[in-house]
């Protein structure tokens, strides 16, 4: 903390007069900028096992977002979020550098290098070419990006055209997302956290993307080669807790590689966007934590009716190569079997094709201080399904109220009937930003 402590004591004697450079545009190339946030946020939910309520989530959080711009040539960027609530939560507490990158413009060619949150895609809530960023979906927050997690990347962008350019992005360090699991749902699993793979060339990860955009449409090709952001999980032993005997789980990374193609456009007043991404994996039949190769797919659609705007999207899967699992409930099944089944569930492949429509309306009220939507999601094939309501208002230009809350739901042993005690429940948040 006192490197936090001594920036604070020293930006009003330097950084303020950058900031006001910046603003009057007097400083002949250099200038800084301060902004952020400070919010709250209570989440109450169903406790496990049981009818009743408990405080799911409940934290206080102050983000500090620095940007530097020298003269066209350099820029810096550093994001500080300071938060402190339940013990153990999901969110976590204490102090967390979120994003902190320099970038460079030489000539044509920008690099950055530094921890990025980097999203790739265009499609909403689904994107099967978004194989970059890692994500914590336990995190209580009605912010779809303050789910994205950070991690350190080299990226580089050279334009070829008007309208063309190449991006590349290396990968040096692996970094997990939070897998959704709940440590205490069953004292007979212990997991032990996640075996990351040695530092070193042969381990980093990358990715290239040629992008073609223009004003009323736009399309990209992409493709990955790294570790998938999310590990499977892997048996590595057993033991005893008095008369109880614990199974040992550890998350078990594996590599991918990932071909994609994405595009928006923007015909008449409806928007368009559509993803497609072919994902290769090797090994899956005799590693149980890897997935299978698949093709994934996204369509989404847009339109505004006045006050109200509406988006549907359709997402679906095929397995290239299929074999049946093995239930948890099958005679005779093997633990190696039942985790095989349970990363298939966590990889929405059980079975060979899935299917899936969402739906997106927003009505806007009081010259859209007042902000009504709802995304809800069905799963055609595993009849599962959540959705997540939000009311929020704009008090003034700084200063929001929102309330909402997730209701996840599924059959028996399903991924959603897994998650459900861990994230229905409904949350009240008050924000200022300056």
């Known amino acids: 903390m006192t490197w936090l402590v001594f920036l604070v004591m020293i930006f009003p004697l330097r950084g303020q007069s950058l900031f006001e450079e910046a603003l009057s545009g007097a400083s002949g190339g250099l200038g800084v ?26 934290y206080s959080e102050a983000a500090l977002k620095l940007r530097a711009v020298a003269g066209g040539v350099g820029e810096a960027y550093a994001e500080v979020r300071l938060r402190g609530g339940l013990p153990g939560s999901f969110e976590g507490n204490g102090p967390e550098l979120r994003e902190a990158w320099v970038s460079l413009s030489l000539g044509p060619l920008d690099l950055c290098l530094g921890k990025q949150v ?11 070419v978004d194989n970059i960023t890692p994500v914590n979906a336990l995190f209580h927050s009605p912010e779809t990006d303050d789910l994205r997690l950070g991690n350190y990347l080299l990226t580089a962008r050279l334009p070829v055209g008007e309208a063309l350019s190449f991006e590349g992005v290396w990968i040096p360090v692996y970094a997990p997302s939070v897998l959704p699991l709940d440590p205490g749902l069953d004292p007979r699993i212990v997991i032990t956290g996640t075996d990351m ?16 955009d223009r004003p009323a449409w736009g399309m990209s090709l992409s493709w990955f080669d790294g570790y998938e952001p999310y590990p499977g999980l892997l048996i590595t032993g057993f033991e005893m807790e ?30 368009v966007r559509g993803e497609t991404a072919w ?22 659609i847009d339109h505004a009716f006045g006050l109200l705007t509406v988006l ?76 997540y309501p939000r009311l929020s208002w704009q008090v003034s230009d700084n200063v929001r109220l929102a309330a909402g809350g997730n209701l996840f739901h599924g059959p028996p042993e399903s991924l959603y009937d897994m998650v459900r005690p861990l994230m229905n429940g409904i949350y009240v948040e008050a924000r200022v930003s300056f």
Do not use: C
Not at 118 to 128: L, M
Not at 202 to 207: I, Q
Not at 282 to 298: E, F, K, Q, S, V
């Open 312 to 387: 549907f999207q359709y997402t679906g899967r095929w397995l290239t190569d299929y074999e049946a699992p093995v239930g948890p409930g099958t005679p005779g099944a093997t633990p190696d079997r039942q985790m095989a089944y349970f990363n298939r569930m966590m990889f929405r492949q059980l079975d060979r094709t899935a299917h899936m429509l969402s739906l997106q309306p927003r009505i806007s009220f009081l010259h859209e201080e007042l902000q009504a939507e709802v995304y809800a999601e069905y799963n055609l094939t595993t009849s599962e399904y959540l959705i």
């Open 197 to 212: 793979p040695a530092p070193g060339l042969k381990n980093s990860g990358y990715a290239f993307r040629l992008r073609y």
């Open 118 to 128: 980097n999203v790739w895609g265009r499609a909403d809530s689904y994107s099967p």
């Open 279 to 300: 994902r290769r994996t090797t090994g899956y039949h005799d590693n149980y934590y890897r997935a299978w190769p698949d093709l994934r797919w996204t369509l989404g």
């Open 33 to 58: 900028s301060l902004n952020g946030h400070v919010r709250a946020l209570t989440w109450m939910g169903e406790r496990r096992g049981s009818s009743s309520w408990e405080q799911k989530a409940l």
């Open 242 to 271: 008095g008369d109880t005997p614990r199974i040992l789980l550890t998350g078990t990374p594996f590599r991918e590689q990932v071909a994609g193609i994405a595009f928006e456009t923007t015909p008449g007043d409806w928007g």
